[in-house]
């Protein structure tokens, strides 16, 4: 069976790559986009040649790589030769990390998942669908596009003319509409959005639903980078959700 296996490789921090060597990130400059694209392409080809020399199937994929995102953005500030280079580009409270790193190495810190625009890029939302569209035709599989939305009650409307925008005029393979809820600890209330108490109890003993990167997870859960993660996201609202 083992001649079946399939290996991956994963990519996290192509935005964060071209940012250290290019200057500009993929959504400030065409040619850090360049770049990205160019670089994206190299490593599949790459993954084709090692699969036929190697006789094994190795596929180039976006993991989701849910702890390697923090984990790498760690390990660079932790080393020495690179911590000064890194800090320029990993995202998150980099001070905080800093500040933080000989007490614990969960860290509010992270590269870009994959081939995405930053969480925090303020750019519009077709924009951000225009860069990371393209990256889906590269890789194999496993890569998803983010629509982090900023109405606890968004128009469905306006989620169906997005959805079918996306599906016919774009190379996307899977896109996922996300909102945040708020579950209180006590009454079990949930309401839409990040709160800092429940509406109806008044408690603030909570915790909070979204997506991490496939599933809908309680941020309770999740290690600090992701966490930051999640305060970065530009969240769309009506204007652009449509
Ligand atoms: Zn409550």
């Not at 995202?91 to 190495?105: F, H, M, P």
């Not at 590269?111 to 077709?126: E, R």
Request: aromatic letters at 8%; charged letters at 30%.
């Amino acid at each position: 069976y083992l001649d079946e296996l399939v290996y991956i490789i994963g990519v996290v921090g192509i935005n964060e790559m071209v940012q250290y060597h290019y200057g500009k990130q993929m959504h400030e400059d065409e040619g850090a986009l360049r770049l990205a694209i160019r670089a994206m392409t190299e490593m599949g080809l790459y993954a084709k040649e090692l699969s036929q020399k190697e006789n094994m199937e190795i596929s180039f994929s976006r993991t989701p790589a849910e702890t390697t995102a923090q984990r790498f953005a760690v390990a660079d500030l932790l080393e020495k030769e690179f911590r000064e280079k890194a800090r320029k580009v990993v995202k998150g409270d980099v001070e905080r990390a800093l500040s933080q790193i000989n007490e614990t190495r969960d860290l509010p810190v992270y590269y870009t998942n994959g081939t995405h625009v930053p969480p925090n890029a303020d750019i519009s939302l077709a924009e951000r669908i225009k860069i990371e569209h393209i990256f889906f035709p590269i890789v194999d599989g496993g890569d998803i596009m983010h629509i982090f939305l900023g109405e606890g009650y968004p128009d469905p409307r306006g989620i169906k003319s997005l959805a079918l925008k996306i599906a016919r005029n774009t190379q996307t393979g899977y896109y996922a509409f996300t909102k945040d809820m708020t579950v209180c600890m006590d009454c079990s209330h949930v309401t839409m959005g990040l709160k800092e108490e429940c509406e109806k109890c008044g408690s603030e003993n909570l915790d909070y639903i979204s997506r991490i990167t496939g599933y809908l997870q309680a941020v309770s859960g999740w290690n600090e980078g992701k966490k930051q993660e999640l305060l970065d996201r530009l969240r769309y609202g009506k204007d652009e959700v449509k």
